[in-house]
């Protein structure tokens, strides 16, 4: 098991598909209140440098439910925010705390923190990659379809850090993944080279969000301008049109269709409202399952 969580590409599809079983444990056990105190003692920083509601609230209580200490920080109010290289801060913190989650905006930020870092590091959001979350949509397939084996799945939208975190896990498990962005917006190649080269899985980018619908067993979506790109917000709402996961787009797709958002969702742009609110939506337990991942995440790394 890495040290780090930084990208879903450090690990084989054993140790995540363990993650599932070790979080469905976990999940069951604060359903019925049973404790689970893997970290007991323990103190966890939790540094923001981006705005957040899930992360940040399900980071804190999972600490907190497994008997730990969570310290939010957030960039701007301690000597980050004025210049404090990343490595001297990574190297105070790790002989305080036992493990550390971070969202900031370049991967190379984190990386960087990891490699001068004691304590585990954990990506809770960069500009490339989502992985907490894309670990907690899958839960999410697994607890509501009874697996990802066989399934296909479907993006649709910006080839954002969502989209490389799906393209990786694509690759690690096997399944199909066929993406629609627009000319422009295409994820990241790199990551996308990478899980060709694994060649375990089907994975198609197209500019057509029909095409990637088509017969779909699990559809993602998420904002056209992400955090850091606010300025952008009016060009993309040009170049998107046409990329919203709306009734007439599920037509397509399997009758029994399942519709993922990370959130925050924007309704009326990359997604409708009756769809957001509809009986597709898993969007809801997609969001409860943060919490009971990033649990199981923490202990693993930490205890
Ligand atoms: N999905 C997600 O990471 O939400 P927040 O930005 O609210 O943390
Ligand atoms: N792609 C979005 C995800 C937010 C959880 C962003 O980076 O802002």
Partial sequence: MNKHFLALHQFTREELDDLFVFTKELKAKQKQRIPHRHLEGKSI???FEKASTRT???FEV??????????????????????????????VISRYCDGVMIRTYGQETIEEFARYSTAPVINGLTDRFHPCQVMADLFTVIEQ??????????????????????????????FELTLACPKGYEPDATVLAWARSKGTTLITLTDDPHEAVRDADVINTDVWASMGQEAEQKIREIAFT????????LDGAKGNCMVLHCLPAHRGEEITDDVIEGSHSAVWDEAENRLHIQKAIMAWLME
Wanted: hydrophobic share 40%; glycine share 18%.
């Fill in 56 to 58: 940040r609230i399900s």
């Fill in 145 to 174: 379809k009874g697996g990802y084996e066989g399934l296909k799945f479907a993006w649709v939208g910006d080839g954002n850090n969502m989209a490389n975190s799906w393209i990786e896990a694509a690759a690690i498990f096997g």
């Fill in 242 to 249: 046409g990329f919203q996961v709306n009734e007439g787009l």
């Fill in 45 to 47: 920083a939790l540094i």
């Fill in 62 to 91: 999972g600490v907190f439910q497994l008997g730990a200490q969570p310290l939010f920080i957030s960039t701007g109010t301690s000597q980050m925010g004025r210049g404090e290289p990343i490595r001297d801060t990574a190297r």
